[in-house]
C-alpha cells in the first residue's frame, strides 16, 4: 500500500511562487508514475505534470512555462515547483501515483490508484 503525504502549499499573491511536496510511503518501488492534480471550486480535478520513475516528465500544455516536476527517488518525494502563479491556480492540489505505465501516458484521474489528500493553493491579487 502507499500513502502520499503533500505539503508546501499556501497563500500567495499573484506572480509569487510556491513548491509543493508530496512524500511517499510504503510499497513505493512499484510505483511507475507520478503526477499532480488539481480541484477548483465546482471544477472537475484535472491533471497538471507528471514523471515517470525514469525522470520523463510531461505537462499540460498552457502550464509547462511556468511549473516544474521533479522528484528525488533518495527521498522517496515528488515536487511541484510553482512560478509566476496566476489567480486561475487556486485550487486543491493532489499528489498521485500508479504502477502502470499507462497512468503517465493517459494523465486521467481514472489511471491513479494512489492519491494524497491535497494541499490548498490560493492566490490573491
Known amino acids: 500500500q502507499v500513502q502520499l503525504v503533500e505539503s508546501g502549499g499556501g497563500s500567495v499573491q499573484a506572480g509569487g511562487s510556491l513548491r509543493l511536496s508530496c512524500v511517499a510511503y510504503?510499497?513505493?518501488?512499484?510505483?511507475?508514475?507520478m503526477g499532480w492534480f488539481r480541484q477548483a471550486p465546482e471544477k472537475e480535478r484535472e491533471g497538471v505534470a507528471f514523471i515517470d520513475k525514469d525522470g520523463n516528465t510531461k505537462y499540460i500544455d498552457s502550464l509547462q512555462d511556468r511549473f516544474t516536476i521533479s522528484q528525488d527517488n533518495a527521498k522517496n518525494t515528488l515536487y511541484l515547483q510553482m512560478n509566476s502563479l496566476k489567480l486561475e491556480d487556486t485550487a486543491m492540489y493532489y499528489c498521485?501515483?500508479?504502477?502502470?505505465?499507462?497512468?503517465?501516458?493517459?494523465?486521467?484521474?481514472?489511471?491513479?490508484?494512489?492519491w494524497g489528500q491535497g494541499t490548498q493553493v490560493t492566490v490573491s491579487s
Open positions: 510504503g510499497y513505493t518501488y512499484s510505483r511507475y508514475c
Open positions: 498521485a501515483a500508479d504502477y502502470r505505465r499507462s497512468a503517465c501516458y493517459y494523465m486521467r484521474v481514472v489511471d491513479f490508484a494512489y
